[in-house]
């Protein structure tokens, strides 16, 4: 007896081993034979997998830099417009495509970001697994499939041909809010979820209202994953360009004001040198333009993480 707690507490012995008893130490092996052949296919399998879903990833951004990189580093490129520029002649930058990309964007957050989180909050608050939130969460899987052409078609019928109102950025706006409201309303729904009743009940018990605990409890809590589906969904809409091509018309200068029928962004600004042949200016800034979009794309996203990161800090 003595024997076997001495071999129990031997800090030599084996983690795998177990006493039971008096009796031998049990021996937990690797498994051996098929199992092992199994998952050592399954093993590389998906590694090779994740290697070729990274190559076409690598490879365009790979591209992108290395040919748009040199004018993106120019102080020209983020100050300048492309007024008087023609594809054949040197400089100029993407200042005006950038401020409209900007302006559209704001806009567009501006509506759906209230938009859907309310409906979040209505769905997760107040009409959790009531036939009203499996009618709204349907109608939302339906709106998130729909193709950005779709959407501005149904924009330019209803805002311009019925409501006659002219072509303009917040006519595009209108089409991205179709776009960017479900993701939005998608990821703020989950994350209220993910927060605990108890801290609700909890709130409930010191007579908060309902309200005021949506307000001071829920929404601080779920800030972080909300602010993150507030920047994808925005970054998800700033590279459409279906809607810029039907909705308004390619500026090459600037123009700040957003009722304009003209106005510039980075996808338009692409579009528009889709023809110029290579080894002209004209195609370096095409290649530029997609790297700035990027840029811009990949800002929203750190943002997005480091909002969520400080949300977590702040809550430990």
Known sequence: ????????????????????GGD?????????????LK??????????????????????????????????????????????????????GAYHAIVGTLEIGLICAVIAVPLGVLGAIFLVEYARGTKAARVVSFMVDILSGIPSIVAALFIYALVITILGAGRSAVAVSLALVLLMLPVVL???????????????????????????TILQVVIPTSFGGISTGVMLGLARVMGETAPLLILVSYAVGINFSPTS??????????????????????YDRTWAAALTLIIIVMLLNLVARGIARATKLKEK
Do not use: C, H
């Not at 007896?1 to 039971?20: E, F, I, K």
């Not at 209220?192 to 018990?205: G, H, I, N, T």
């Open 1 to 20: 007896m003595a024997s076997t707690t001495a071999a129990a507490n031997d800090p030599s012995t084996s983690s795998g081993q177990r006493l039971q």
């Open 24 to 36: 031998a130490p049990l021996s937990f092996r690797r498994p051996s034979g098929p199992r092992t």
């Open 39 to 92: 998952n050592a296919l399954a093993t590389v399998y998906v590694s090779i997998a994740t290697l070729l879903a990274l190559i076409p990833l690598v490879w365009v951004l790979w591209t992108v830099v290395s040919k748009g990189l040199s004018l993106v580093l120019t102080s020209s490129w983020w100050l300048e417009s492309q007024r008087g520029i023609t594809p054949r002649r040197e400089g100029g």
């Open 186 to 212: 998608r990821s703020t729904e989950e994350m209220l979820k993910l927060v605990p009743d108890s801290l609700r009940e909890a709130s409930y018990a010191l007579g908060v209202p309902k309200w005021k």
């Open 261 to 282: 029928s003209t106005m510039a962004s980075l996808p338009t600004m692409i579009n528009s040198s889709r023809d110029v042949a290579p080894g002209l200016p004209g």
